[in-house]
C-alpha cells in the first residue's frame, strides 16, 4: 500500500513537474511573441480593419497573411489584456520593426491614417463634385444627385451650393462619406463668412453677409495677384455704391455655363443671363465659385482711392484707372498691344 501510494505521489510530481514546464515554455513562448516584430516588407503595410470587425477575425487575418505566427497567442493576450481587445475599425499603418503588442496597442488607440482633399480658391461647385467623385478613401452617395438633392442631403434644402464651401485641404479617415465632407466645408465657410462679416468697414453697399459672399466670389475670380484684391475690392465698391455695372467678364462665363469656350464674344457681352453684369446693375445672383479668407476679407475691407476701372496687363497684374478716358488708354496698351 505504501509503495502505491509513493507511486502515486511520483506521478503527481512528475506531472506537476511536467505542467509547470510546459506552463513556463508556453509563458517564454507568448513573451518572446509579443516582443518579436511583425513580419510586415520593407515599405511597412497598410491594414483596413472594418467596422464590426472582431479581435479574433483579425488575428487569423493576420496569421492567414504571415503578419504574425500564431493568432491563438494574439488572442490570448487580449484575455490577459481586457483593454487590448476594444480595437477600433479604420485603416492603420504598420511599420517595420512594430511587435504584436505595439499593434495592439495602435488598434486601441483608434489613431487611423488620414487622407486628404485640396479645393482650390476658385473653384466652381460642379468642379468640387468632380474631384470628390474620385476620390478613392471617401464613401460615396452623392454622385447620381442632382446639386439640389445633394444640398437637402447635407441639411441645406432650397440653398444653391455655389461659394457656399471654404477652399481648403481636408483631412480625414477612410470611410468618410462626399455628405460628412461637404457638411465639414459648409460649416468652415459659415464661420468665416460670419468672422468677416462681423470686422466688415461701415458704409459697404452690401446689405448682408451673402452679399458680401457674391462679392467676394468676384473678387476671386478677377484676382492673378493675390496683392490685388483690396484694390479690386475697391473698385466694385464704387461702383456699386455709383448704381454703374460691375462689368465683370467672370459672371458672364459663369453665366454661359457649358456654352464657354474658353473666349468671350461680343455678343456674349449683351446675352441677357442673370450673371451678365454687363446687362444687369448689382451682383448676380449668387456667388460665381468658391472664395477664399483673403478675398472675403477684401470684400468687406476693400482699399480706398478713385478707381473705377482696371483692365489685365497681361502678367497677371492690373491696371487701375481713375477715369474712362484713362482706363481706355490703358486698354490700347495692355488688350490691344497699340500705345
Not at 132 to 143: E, K, R, Y
Request: proline fraction near 6%; include cysteine.
Amino acid at each position: 500500500m505504501k509503495r502505491v501510494v509513493k507511486r502515486l505521489l511520483l506521478l503527481v510530481l512528475v506531472l506537476a513537474l511536467l505542467a509547470g514546464g510546459a506552463a513556463a515554455w508556453f509563458w517564454n513562448h507568448y513573451q518572446q511573441f509579443l516582443a518579436t516584430p511583425l513580419d510586415l516588407p520593407a515599405e511597412g503595410l497598410v491594414l483596413e480593419v472594418p467596422s464590426g470587425q472582431s479581435l479574433a477575425q483579425l488575428a487569423k487575418e493576420l496569421e492567414s497573411r504571415g503578419v504574425i505566427e500564431d493568432a491563438r497567442l494574439l488572442r490570448f493576450h487580449v484575455r490577459l489584456d481586457r483593454g487590448a481587445g476594444a480595437i477600433k475599425a479604420g485603416e492603420y499603418r504598420l511599420e517595420p520593426g512594430m511587435t504584436p503588442r505595439q499593434l495592439l496597442a495602435l488598434l486601441v488607440s483608434g489613431k487611423t491614417l488620414t487622407h486628404s482633399i485640396t479645393f482650390p480658391e476658385g473653384w466652381t461647385f460642379r468642379q468640387w463634385r468632380n474631384l470628390i467623385s474620385q476620390h478613392p478613401a471617401l464613401v460615396h452617395t452623392l454622385d447620381e444627385l442632382s446639386d439640389d438633392a445633394v444640398m437637402k442631403r447635407i441639411g441645406q434644402p432650397g440653398v444653391h451650393p455655389e461659394g457656399r464651401f471654404f477652399p481648403d485641404t481636408y483631412l480625414f479617415p477612410r470611410g468618410f462619406s462626399d455628405v460628412q465632407l461637404l457638411k465639414k466645408a459648409w460649416q468652415r465657410m459659415e464661420r468665416e463668412l460670419a468672422a468677416a462679416w462681423k470686422e466688415r468697414d461701415e458704409g459697404l453697399p452690401l446689405k448682408t453677409p451673402y452679399e458680401a459672399l457674391i462679392l467676394a466670389s468676384i473678387i476671386e475670380k478677377e484676382t492673378g495677384v493675390a496683392g490685388e484684391r483690396r484694390e479690386i475690392a475697391g473698385v466694385f465698391t464704387r461702383r456699386l455704391k455709383k448704381g454703374m455695372r460691375l462689368q465683370t467678364d467672370p459672371t458672364v462665363i459663369y453665366g454661359m455655363g457649358d456654352e464657354y469656350k474658353g473666349n468671350i464674344r461680343r455678343r456674349d457681352l449683351k446675352k441677357d443671363t442673370p450673371y451678365n453684369t454687363y446687362v444687369h446693375a448689382g451682383l448676380p445672383p449668387t456667388p460665381i465659385c468658391m472664395p477664399g479668407r483673403e478675398s472675403l476679407l477684401a470684400a468687406v475691407h476693400p482699399a480706398e482711392g478713385k478707381a473705377l476701372y482696371f483692365v489685365a496687363r497681361g502678367d497677371g497684374s492690373h491696371h487701375f484707372s481713375a477715369t474712362l478716358r484713362e482706363h481706355n488708354r490703358a486698354v490700347r496698351k495692355y488688350q490691344l498691344k497699340r500705345k
